[in-house]
């Protein structure tokens, strides 16, 4: 179990930045994982007294706080109506509630962990993160930064460009680590597939030729097969990459098909 020498409660994210470029020095998240380290560490900082953990909403985005937990994610009702549940599904795998109650999404996004289910979804969504000294990036740029960054990950901006997304995994049992993570948005700027858990990080694939300008059973099948000719697919201990390759199609011609459904019953209402 990892220990460290000095804990402080930031009074200010300049403090907690400054702390935070000695390199033995870590930012406290919900300590899920860093626990499990066996070296350690110097200074941990506490960010709880900085207000991080709402979710701020606003006609044009969503504003999700570092020290949010995953449980908030699954509840929040402004969230999953925007995105029809999208948010609960993406995490209500994870382990269990006692689990979701204590992890955070600035800890899940920091660790660029390649079976992270929020990243998949937040990827898709077209999800921007406020660091303390860089400012607001896509999170599509943040994935690219050495992970030796000694910045603050403050918030999630998700803009509400979103007019459709559903998240899908396969897992091998319930609360398992996933096989596969997915996630199919329709963004203003088109329908874009975010694939994760191949083992590697989720990687966005747009469907830039205009395949899904009509959706039928013939587009669909030729956007999955195109997803899983680019993502990048490896193997371990929970799939090989031939069978990740297969369920891929599978999680992103149910997702197309589902989006299709609900659109369907909206014009009904109508």
């Not at 969503?62 to 937990?69: C, E, K, L, N, T």
């Not at 459709?164 to 996933?178: C, E, H």
């Not at 395949?211 to 099948?221: D, G, M, P, V």
């Not at 390759?245 to 909206?266: F, P």
């Amino acid at each position: 179990m990892g220990y460290f020498n000095q804990y402080v409660r930031a009074e200010s994210l300049e403090e907690a930045y400054g702390l935070y470029q000695k390199k033995n020095n870590f930012v406290l998240g919900g300590m899920l994982w860093l626990k499990m380290r066996k070296r350690p560490f110097g200074t941990a900082i506490d960010l709880s007294d900085l207000g991080l953990d709402q979710i701020e909403e606003d006609e044009k985005e969503f504003r999700i706080g570092a020290y949010v937990s995953l449980r908030e994610l699954e509840t929040n009702e402004a969230l999953n109506t925007y995105t029809k549940g999208a948010f609960a599904e993406s995490v209500k795998h994870i382990v269990g509630v006692q689990f979701r109650n204590v992890a955070t999404v600035g800890g899940s996004l920091w660790g660029r962990y390649g079976f992270s289910d929020v990243m998949t979804i937040f990827r898709a969504m077209g999800a921007k993160v406020q660091l303390h000294h860089a400012g607001i990036l896509d999170l599509d740029e943040f994935v690219k930064m050495p992970r030796k960054t000694r910045d603050i990950l403050v918030s999630v901006i998700v803009p509400k460009k979103v007019k459709a997304v559903v998240y899908l995994s396969q897992r091998n049992q319930s609360t398992d680590f996933p096989v596969l993570t997915c996630a199919v948005a329709k963004r203003e700027e088109g329908y874009v597939a975010a694939v994760g858990a191949t083992p590697h990080l989720a990687e966005n694939v747009w469907d830039k030729e205009g395949i899904l300008t009509e959706i039928n059973e013939e587009s669909i099948e030729k956007f999955a097969a195109k997803v899983a000719e680019q993502i990048r697919f490896g193997s371990n201990m929970r799939a090989g990459a031939a069978y990740r390759r297969i369920v891929c199609q599978v999680l992103v011609k149910r997702a197309l098909h589902t989006i299709v459904a609900e659109n369907n019953g909206e014009e009904e209402k109508c």
